[in-house]
């Protein structure tokens, strides 16, 4: 199940792999119900739902360890900030 891919993402710590899965969850979702394969009684919650769940994942790329500093001085001078 693609909520079950969500969850693995986030406790993996892959909070950007979760957000693109919750994406595609409500997309399948949104799919679903303007299919008729939802019955009305569920529909508005369980989009109400999914738009949560997406609206709450943040992605945050986690800065990779060898970017540090890499461009620190790079617009200075020779000699300047020395």
């Known amino acids: 199940m693609r909520s079950d891919e969500v969850a693995r993402a986030l406790t993996a710590g892959d909070p950007c792999g979760a957000g693109s899965l919750a994406q595609q969850l409500q997309r399948e979702t949104i799919a679903a119900i303007n299919a008729g394969r939802i019955p009305a009684a569920f529909q508005e919650q369980l989009g109400s739902t999914v738009a949560d769940l997406v609206s ?8 990779k360890e060898h970017d540090r500093g890499k461009h620190k001085n790079k617009h200075k001078k020779d000699g300047e900030g020395d």
């Open 56 to 63: 709450r994942i943040q992605c945050v790329p986690v800065e």
